[in-house]
């Protein structure tokens, strides 16, 4: 049965960096495109980054150059290092896996993901 859990949530000040890390547990991690979903309070769920198996890469606008989504095959870990962050970027964090490259690195949205993870809270306070 495929899993995602996340890890790395956490409360930053702004301007602060935080790492989030996924581990997938699948016997076929090449498989899939991972991603990072937000989800703000009171807001829809947003696509924040996604990589495939190859590693092509996508980045929701506000955050391209701020924030960088890398994998590790041997692992089977997805990890987003966040950089400069502001109020913006607070809200939970899910991880996702989606099968191939149907969305991915073209677009990241809800409708193309296979597998979620239960979700990493983000809070970026002074």
């Known amino acids: 049965q495929v899993q995602l859990v996340e890890s790395g949530g956490a409360s930053v000040q702004p301007g602060n960096s935080l790492t989030l890390t996924c581990t997938m547990r699948t016997t076929s991690f090449n498989f899939y495109s991972l991603g990072w979903f937000r989800q703000a309070p009171g807001k829809e769920r947003e696509g924040v980054s996604c990589?495939?198996?190859?590693?092509?890469?996508f980045y929701l606008g506000s955050v391209e150059g701020r924030f960088t989504i890398s994998r590790d095959n041997s692992k089977n870990l997805v990890s987003l290092h966040m950089t400069g962050v502001d109020h913006g970027d607070s809200g939970v964090y899910y991880c996702?896996?989606?099968?191939?490259?149907?969305?991915?690195?073209?677009?990241?949205?809800?409708?193309?993901?296979?597998?979620w993870g239960k979700g990493a809270l983000v809070t970026v306070s002074s």
């Open positions: 996702a896996a989606e099968i191939g490259t149907r969305l991915c690195p073209r677009e990241w949205k809800e409708d193309g993901v296979d597998f």
């Open positions: 990589i495939t198996a190859d590693g092509k890469r």
